[in-house]
């Protein structure tokens, strides 16, 4: 089983630590504040109340083990890149860690973290696509100009087969899955429930109802058109 040690508990890194509890994975939640470890302690692995600027504390949490850390500290600079930089000097195998300016983001680049998370500017631009373009229920950035994105069929598509309408040419995008709720007829008293179904190899000759829900792949400009 996978362990991810998750320093800070602010709102970013308590969220994440109860996402990835609730995932099956080992979380070793570390804030030197003991309110905010008592606010995960019920949901995490390891809950440990430290000051995460201190080498010797990181090594008898038994930080050489994890798979993986992330530094979530946001409010205080200094703490975010001195435990930063005492992960990579303890051979943390992948480090992800917050910046909330321009400069500490030049910093952690120049340690050498492999992912800085950018929470302000990634949800400002989830807001902004949600805004221009309503339709989209969720998305998933696959690179600067790519996306995964799923969306309500649109009405043009209903009744028709995939093959008819050729999207992959016509508009560029592929079809990744089909989310539909299936009708099933109870066994005992006849009733009716809808079962949530998803095709993730749609046939080419599977119509469009007018209640599919689409999860289709491609570049943005081609997402937005569409």
Known sequence: MRQIAIFGMGSFGRALAKALAASGVEVIAV???KERIEEVKDYVTVPIACDTTDEKNLKNIG????DMACVAIGEDVEANLLTTI????????FIFSRAVSPMQKEILKAIGVNRIIEIEEEMGKEIANTIIAPKILKRVTLGEEHSM???KVPSKFVGKRISELDIRKKNRINIVAIRRNVPEIGKTNGSMTFKEEIDTVP???TFFDENDIIIVAGANKDIKGL
Do not use: H, M, S, T
């Open 31 to 33: 804030d030197k504040d």
């Open 63 to 66: 930080i050489e083990n994890v």
């Open 86 to 93: 005492l992960l990579k000097k303890l051979a943390v195998p």
């Open 149 to 151: 994105v799923e969306i």
């Open 203 to 205: 046939d080419p000759d």
